[in-house]
């Protein structure tokens, strides 16, 4: 690998918040290469990565969330891979988090954060969800059972408490594609109970890391508005729980849906 940590950024359209995301990449206290990845190329994409001096890979084809994330964690030349969102900012002791456990633990295959949402340009404050979230991540944070299959599966059996844009995976150990199924919201949740499965360390470090942008064009607030995250989401808990407990638990789950509205 050329490089040590590479961030993938996933640009769609004409985001009006891509260069915030890349002003946030670059301002990392520990330097990291960047590339953008897109299926939708334009002048907008094409003048903001010459500002900044990144290279822009352009995937042919129709637009989808496994194919685009997918050739954006091929395209980048890294032993660790950050595939960032466009709408997201990153704290700038990102990667220096990302590497000092990578240096404590080479077996790391999946290093994670807390996350803060922001909501027309203001930060949540007590965000209930975020709370439970950080709940069930706490088998993560015991450096003596994240290696173990039954307690990194352990931390997905109640919902998804991972946020993917905070997420980097160790490219050397996973190999390629990342994404293996065919859902179209639930994928990270279905992908990380996999990798669950895999041998390596899960590590989360609890600090607000990344903040997560909630806006009315986010593809998490039209999978809502079309049921298709209600759907899947039902789906993943039916493969991990009896059908009754499937529904019991998605009364809970639709509740957190309010922090997109």
Wanted: proline content about 4%; some cysteine; hydrophobic content about 40%.
């Amino acid at each position: 690998m050329k490089y040590k940590h590479v961030f993938s950024i996933c640009a769609y359209k004409d985001s009006p918040y891509l260069e915030r995301c890349i002003r946030s990449l670059k301002g990392q206290t520990w330097s990291s290469h960047i590339i953008i990845c897109t299926s939708t190329p334009s002048r907008y994409i094409d003048e903001l990565a010459w500002r900044y001096g990144i290279k822009v890979f352009v995937r042919h084809g129709e637009s989808s969330i496994k194919d685009d994330w997918n050739f954006a964690y091929a395209a980048a030349d890294g032993e660790l891979v950050t595939i960032a969102h466009q709408d997201d900012m990153y704290h700038k002791d990102y990667v220096k988090e990302l590497m000092a456990a990578y240096r404590r633990y080479p077996d790391m295959t999946v290093f994670t954060t807390d996350y803060g949402i922001v909501k027309n340009g203001r930060l949540l404050i007590g965000n209930k969800m975020l709370w439970v979230k950080r709940l069930l991540r706490m088998p993560l944070r015991i450096p003596a059972l994240n290696n173990r299959t039954w307690v990194k599966k352990s931390v997905f059996m109640l919902g998804n408490p991972i946020c993917c844009p905070a997420t980097s995976y160790q490219k050397l150990k996973l190999g390629e594609p990342l994404i293996q199924c065919d859902y179209s919201f639930a994928l990270d949740w279905d992908n990380m109970l996999r990798l669950a499965g895999e041998p390596g360390r899960f590590i989360c470090v609890e600090r607000p890391l990344l903040f997560y942008r909630v806006h009315d064009e986010a593809t998490t607030k039209a999978c809502i508005r079309d049921n298709r995250r209600a759907l899947e989401e039902e789906a993943m808990f039916r493969r991990l729980w009896p059908a009754f407990m499937a529904r019991w638990l998605m009364r809970f789950y639709r509740a957190a849906y309010h922090a997109y509205d």
